[in-house]
């Protein structure tokens, strides 16, 4: 099966799938291009169109076989899709402002600043981001098919060794709380990246306010 037939089908699908799904809007009501469910829809038509495609033993009516896998992927990742849209916005309702929740279309990452979560060179959570992480367990639970990872992030000031630690414990603690809310413990895993993944400059006392975190990442498994 040629390239072009395989476009030509999972665009199919999108279009297809496209009436029962609305685009992400600007605040003035404008259509900003497709929402996750549509993402999902073109890209589960294309992995369904390949494999259908690759798979036909006898490699009769191929085109028909890569249309209909096109229209299966498509549903599944519209589906995978819908569910990663709701998800994501049932926690920005649950969650304070100070917390950042970003669909990535394949998994949701919820970001908690330092600033929320603890003291100085502390690993103890406050109370104010213990309700922040209730919020965010109930909605784990809400949707059980997704592993967890809860990662630990410092800015550059200190030892190698010590922001490890700290980034580890800080990480821990968080998952500490998911689990003790009643999320599965096998869905979590704790994991600390000291500094080695900034997302500001270390240079200036606000970008390493922002590099100092803990981020939850849900990701879909199935």
Same mark, same amino acid.
Request: with cysteine.
């Given at each position: &099966?040629?390239?072009?037939?395989?476009? !030509?089908? %999972?665009?199919?699908?999108?279009?297809a799938l496209?009436?029962c799904?609305? +685009?992400? &809007?600007? *605040?003035?009501?404008?259509? !900003?291009g497709?929402?996750?469910?549509?993402q999902?829809?073109?890209?589960g038509?294309?992995?369904?169109?390949?494999?259908?495609? @690759?798979?036909?033993?006898?490699?009769?009516n191929?085109?028909?076989?890569?249309?209909?896998?096109?229209?299966?992927? %498509?549903?599944?990742g519209?589906?995978?899709?819908?569910?990663?849209?709701?998800?994501?916005?049932? =926690?920005?309702?649950?969650? #304070?402002?100070?917390v950042?929740?970003?669909?990535?279309? #394949?998994? =949701?990452?919820? /970001?908690? +600043?330092?600033?929320?979560?603890? $003291? @100085?060179?502390?690993?103890?959570?406050?109370? +104010?981001?213990?309700?922040?992480?209730? $919020?965010?367990?109930?909605?784990l639970?809400q949707? *059980?098919n997704?592993r967890?990872?809860?990662?630990?992030?410092?800015?550059?000031?200190?030892?190698?060794?010590?922001?490890?630690?700290?980034?580890?414990?800080?990480?821990?603690?968080?998952a500490?709380?998911?689990?003790?809310?009643?999320?599965n *413990?096998?869905? /979590?895993?704790?994991?600390?990246?000291?500094?080695?993944q *900034?997302?500001?400059?270390?240079? @200036?006392?606000?970008?390493?306010?922002q590099?100092r975190?803990?981020?939850? =990442?849900?990701r879909p498994?199935n």
């Amino acid at each position: &099966m040629n390239l072009r037939l395989t476009t !030509t089908i %999972a665009a199919s699908g999108l279009i297809a799938l496209g009436a029962c799904t609305d +685009p992400s &809007m600007n *605040p003035n009501g404008t259509a !900003t291009g497709m929402s996750r469910t549509q993402q999902g829809a073109l890209a589960g038509a294309a992995i369904g169109a390949v494999l259908a495609g @690759t798979r036909d033993s006898d490699k009769n009516n191929q085109g028909r076989d890569a249309a209909r896998g096109a229209i299966l992927g %498509a549903a599944a990742g519209a589906v995978a899709g819908n569910i990663l849209d709701r998800q994501a916005a049932a =926690l920005k309702q649950s969650v #304070s402002s100070n917390v950042q929740v970003v669909n990535h279309g #394949s998994y =949701l990452q919820v /970001v908690l +600043p330092e600033g929320i979560l603890f $003291a @100085t060179d502390s690993a103890a959570v406050s109370g +104010p981001a213990q309700s922040d992480l209730y $919020a965010v367990a109930r909605n784990l639970n809400q949707y *059980p098919n997704s592993r967890i990872e809860v990662v630990g992030h410092t800015d550059s000031t200190g030892s190698a060794a010590y922001n490890q630690d700290l980034s580890q414990r800080r990480a821990g603690s968080v998952a500490g709380i998911l689990t003790a809310a009643g999320v599965n *413990p096998g869905r /979590v895993v704790a994991v600390g990246r000291a500094s080695s993944q *900034p997302v500001a400059s270390n240079a @200036t006392a606000q970008g390493r306010a922002q590099n100092r975190r803990v981020e939850i =990442l849900i990701r879909p498994t199935n």
